[in-house]
């Protein structure tokens, strides 16, 4: 599934995966981390800065956007969390526009 993701959406991809699961959801996670991770040259680009509580980009870095192709596993798996973050009641709104893309219902 090819999809489009902001810059922000892709740090919080990384931020969202949970450290435990079965052997599967850890190699399906893994791979979601390379094809999202932020390079040394994007930081630069991008000047991507970070504080205490907070994220801070250049303009240029906020309406940049990314084409990533996820396999249907990988969907799943973003879908699968977010819909865990869903149920518990742990959703923010820097998740909102992840739930549109993948559909979180």
Avoid: A
């Amino acid at each position: 599934m090819e999809t489009k993701i902001n810059l922000i959406d892709r740090i919080t991809i990384q931020s969202i995966m949970p450290e435990k699961g079965n052997l599967k959801q850890l190699i399906i996670r893994k791979d979601i981390k390379k094809k999202v991770q932020i390079t040394q040259s994007e930081l630069d680009e991008f000047e991507i800065r970070f504080d205490e509580t907070r994220m801070m980009l250049n303009q240029k870095g906020l309406e940049s956007e990314f084409e990533i192709e996820f396999t249907d596993l990988e969907s799943k798996e973003i879908k699968s969390i977010l819909n865990e973050l869903n149920n518990k009641g742990e959703l923010t709104e820097q998740l909102l526009n992840l739930c549109e893309i993948f559909k979180v219902e």
